[in-house]
């Protein structure tokens, strides 16, 4: 077995299997307890092998808006109460993925692909009755550890400074897509996935969004390390292209599967 084929994917198609799983998630996340925004409660998800915890704080922020989400929560990855990923917008995860693409494009890639296993929940285990966690097979764990390590010195090399490590920022991604489920699937406090056309709506598009506006920068960095000596040749519409994506959808830009298995080829596969 190649190393890349320890993540190889197929392009995936939607299934009521999948549904159901975001479903039964969503009926998990109504039944934690709620504190209020000074004191929220803290409803741990997962303890990582170093440690360290993913975890939401309920009640979210946006329960405060005036037209309030008001199943709306916190997610959270850290250690001793402190959250490594308080403050996260999606500029920050785009950035950080950004950075990993000047690091190194395979590493760039093979770090999208996890991305995408994780929104379809490829790698995620029922522990009890209904309740699914994001846990990795061993040797994808391992594979994540052997990247990490990778990315770790590619940070302090080109950027001077430390990043959350790849199974954290893996974990704050999962919560992340989980609560964008839980503010967009609900209607008289039941998941609801009835309309179909609305169905990628939430997890789906937000974390093939977080995946697809780095490929498209990406596209417009190479441009220029590829053409500085001719300037002249510079294609700046590919940036105005995303600009212009992200403004009409509100920040969500998603990517076809075929266009993302174009990008992200050899580890994301079309389907026979």
């Not at 084929?5 to 995936?12: A, E």
């Not at 440690?51 to 922020?61: A, M, N, T």
């Not at 994001?134 to 990043?163: M, N, R, V």
Request: hydrophobic share 40%; proline share 3%.
């Amino acid at each position: 077995m190649s190393e890349h084929d320890i993540i190889k994917t197929k392009i995936f198609r939607s299934s009521e299997d999948f549904i159901l799983k975001r479903a039964q998630r969503i009926t998990e996340a109504i039944a934690f307890e709620g504190g209020n925004i000074a004191n929220p409660k803290k409803h741990l998800i997962s303890t990582l092998p170093n440690g360290k915890e993913s975890y939401f704080l309920k009640p979210g922020k946006e329960t405060q808006r005036a037209v309030p989400n008001i199943h709306d929560m916190f997610p959270n990855v850290g250690s001793n109460n402190k959250s490594e990923t308080d403050g996260y917008t999606f500029e920050v995860v785009w950035e950080c993925l950004v950075k990993i693409s000047i690091i190194n494009q395979l590493t760039f890639k093979k770090v999208l692909v996890l991305l995408y296993r994780l929104c379809f929940l490829l790698d995620h285990q029922e522990i009890e009755n209904g309740r699914f966690r994001y846990l990795p097979s061993q040797e994808i764990l391992d594979y994540i550890a052997k990247i990490d390590f990778a990315l770790k010195e590619g940070f302090k090399d080109k950027f001077k400074k430390d990043e959350i490590g790849l199974l954290e920022f893996l974990h704050f991604i999962d919560l992340l897509g989980w609560n964008e489920d839980v503010k967009c699937h609900i209607k008289d406090a039941k998941p609801d996935f009835e309309d179909r056309s609305k169905r990628n709506v939430g997890r789906t598009n937000t974390i093939i969004s977080i995946i697809s506006v780095p490929l498209m920068i990406n596209d417009f960095l190479s441009n220029i390390i590829e053409n500085v000596n001719y300037i002249e040749k510079i294609n700046v519409r590919l940036i105005l292209s995303t600009m212009q994506k992200l403004s009409k959808s509100r920040g969500i830009c998603v990517l076809s599967h075929t266009e993302l298995q174009k990008y992200l080829n050899p580890y994301l596969e079309r389907l026979d």
